[in-house]
């Protein structure tokens, strides 16, 4: 018997599972599908440019076919393994904007507005550049600036000087606005995920117990209370009683999965699946949203000091494995998305709604397609769509995959913003500072000149950029699924803490965060448990 179990040992499912095994009176279990994190790729920050195409930490979902892409499936990249996707994300650490939260808060979410989260965003840094007003010293999360950038993140953003935008040192500062370099969760040189951040220090803790390999396949109810899980682990079905809460930390993909398979979903859906209904809440698996994005890739053939496959790039790489073996610096401290920027698609946007990634190398499918020689590549994402999807079950075999229906790009609006995105990007990749390296946009869309060409280019080609979120969203209403303490609604003992609370996606990268929601999330839960 635990007092706590944790379904998910991901961003959120680490940083709940060490903050509340700090009291050794409490014991807590933390469940987790994948393996341990022992691949080097995982640890060498680089190796994210594999793990995309690699199955043995990543859950490698897809969508179904998507109507605002012409029909085509999108690529779900999940980290399935010890740190979940913060094991196999390109480790940028952005916070998204004010505005996001106190939009929360304006929902009737009480105590989610942006002082009251920014307290919790320092408590689980520690930023190499010092605490300030914005940021926090001493916390679990290592955040610094890159170790050994590559020469083009400071020409791209000087790129993006030259186009009129403000240079930006620190994106989680007073301003988000503007171009810049992004600030990475590493340290030494190696990719510091919420596992290394939260549990690997604590193991040795008697009262914290990690199960790898663990993959939940329901949670059980007695009633209406959640009292435990069942789970599948090394070919055996197995059980674990939790006295307090099992608290459901599988992402924005499977925590509404798990509920789902659990009994906990709109009636008709689940009796259709064949599943007995625990709790009639039809707003599991809804509000699926994400930052939809579309890439420009540009040959740069000389620019040889930028990331490609060439025989001078296997040379610099073969030199970067010593480097980084022995040193932890070096071209493989890469997060690849090295510089970016928050801008707004018209002058009249209150806050900037669109995000952009430049990439030190030549990006097709996810970095799944190989391709030859050297350029960079900038994405453009749109920071708040009004599409809304679903999760939605397969069937009620807990190991098949959910349907994951985006619906990208099913709002016009989200059509109009991304293609003026598109178009500030290009005009930010044209400026003098780029010029110099004779980068030739691909064939792919450099035809793409009207806005109508720019739209089917982006029809042919966006996709997400990783950040799903907001099928077990927070709030009130009837399609809400947890309350402002992220109980599930109409359940006891039963909390969601991931990024499928979130009501509407932050405007930014989602790691950071969804480990401030479980920052806070243990202390409601400590809370509760005293006044028990
Ligand atoms: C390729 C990629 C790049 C990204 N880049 C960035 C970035 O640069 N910066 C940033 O801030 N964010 C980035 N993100 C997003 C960010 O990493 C995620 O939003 C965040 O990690 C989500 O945290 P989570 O706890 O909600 O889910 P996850 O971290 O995905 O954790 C869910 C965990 O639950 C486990 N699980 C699922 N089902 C079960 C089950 N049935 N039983 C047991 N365990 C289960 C999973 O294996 C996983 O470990 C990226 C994501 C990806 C995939």
Redesign the pocket.
Known sequence: MFDYII???????CALAARLSEDPAVNVAL????PADKSVLIHCPAG?AL??KSGDA??QFETTAQPGLNGRKGY???????????????????RGHRADYDHWAAEGNAGWGYDDVLPYFKRSEHNERGADTFHGTGGPLNVKDLTTPNRFGPIFVKAGQQAGFPVNTDFNGPEQEGVGM?Q??HKNGERFS?AKAYVAPNLSRTNLHVITG????RILFEQKRAVGVE?QHEGHVKQLKASREVLL???????P??LMLSGVGARADLLKNGIAVVHDLPGVGQNLHDHVDVVQVVHAPQAKELFGISLSGLVSAVKGIFEWRKYRTGMLTT?F?EAGGFIKSQPQEAIPDLQLHFVIGKLVD?GRKTVFGHGYSCHVCLLRPLSRGSVRLASKD?LAAPLIDPNFLGDRDDMDRLIQGFKIMRNILSQPSLAGFHGKESPKSAGATTDLQIEQFIRDNADT?????GTCRMGSGPMDVVDAQLRVHGLQGLRV????IMPRVVG????????MI?EKAADMIRAAAVKN
């Not at 379904?7 to 499912?13: E, K, L, T, Y």
């Open positions: 379904i998910g040992g991901g961003s959120a499912g469940l987790e599908a994948g994210l793990l995309a990543n859950w779900q990249p999940r980290g399935k393994v010890m740190g979940g996707s913060s094991s196999v994300n390109a480790m940028i650490y952005a992004y990475v969760t919420a663990a993959h939940t396949t789970y930390c599988a992402g924005a993909l499977q925590s999965q798990i997060n998305a996810h807990p950029i990783y950040h799903p979120v803490v991931d990024a499928s930014g990268n989602t790691n950071a965060p969804v480990i479980a």
